[in-house]
């Protein structure tokens, strides 16, 4: 089944506490994105990347790393978590970008930092 | 002003009624995107679409590029249709897009 899975679903850790969420596609899609959504503030891009060892900023990547050593694995880094990252997390991906391609979805990392 | 406006925010209808959903945008794009966010938190693409109209069961999408608006239309309308459901349009990147803010759909039975 053509997927995209993220691990953790649900996370509750502590300020400062270095973390990971994995983001992982059997599509053999060349990019992939990372958004986090806000209430009252809609879905906002992290990070996203155009193919391996390829990543640019989105709009608001401040906090955050990403690394894309294979095509299928997009990791979200966060190194020194802070209450503002408190947030509902989503990797995404497609083919070759987001102008004319179906766009898929994780479904969600929910991330509290107390 | 958002470069992608959708209206109604919000929206409460009967089961059976026809809903429409309406996206504008001001920006030059190739293709516009509707999704639906189910209230479980996941998110589905519904329609691409770059010029006319796309069917898909229940669910229409029109775009009209010159006057730069969608639509997106249920017919039929159920309760399990309840929902977000968010458009957004290509940046001129093809790595980013541009958010509506969502319109939460409530059918009651």
């Known amino acids: 089944e053509a997927q995209v899975t993220q691990n953790p679903r649900y996370l509750i850790t502590v300020t400062g506490k270095k973390l990971t969420v994995t983001c992982s596609q059997n599509?053999?899609?060349?990019?992939m994105s990372w958004y986090r959504q806000d209430p009252g503030l809609g879905l906002r891009q992290i990070y996203y990347s155009m193919n391996v060892e390829v990543t640019d900023k989105g709009d608001v990547p401040e906090g955050y790393k990403v690394s894309r050593k294979e095509k299928r694995n997009f990791p979200l880094i966060l190194e020194s978590p802070s209450p503002n990252q408190t947030s509902l997390y989503f990797c995404?991906?497609?083919?070759?970008?987001?102008?004319?391609?179906?766009?898929?979805f994780g479904p969600g990392t929910r991330l509290t930092v107390l | 002003k958002n470069e992608v406006e959708q209206s109604p925010q919000n929206l409460t209808a009967q089961e059976g009624e026809f809903i429409t959903i309406n996206c504008s945008y001001s920006?030059?794009?190739?293709?516009l995107h509707w999704l639906q966010q189910h209230p479980g938190g996941g998110i589905v693409s519904l329609f691409m679409?770059?010029?006319?109209?796309k069917k898909h069961g229940r669910l229409i999408a029109t775009i009209n590029i010159q006057e730069k608006h969608s639509s997106l239309h249920i017919t039929a309308s159920h309760p399990r249709d309840s929902a977000v459901y968010i458009c957004a349009a290509p940046r001129d990147s093809n790595y980013q897009l541009i958010w509506g803010a969502g319109t939460k759909l409530i059918i009651k039975p």
């Open positions: 920006v030059g794009i190739s293709a």
């Open positions: 599509m053999n899609h060349e990019y």
């Open positions: 995404a991906s497609s083919f070759f970008g987001t102008s004319t391609d179906t766009q898929y």
């Open positions: 679409l770059s010029s006319g109209k």
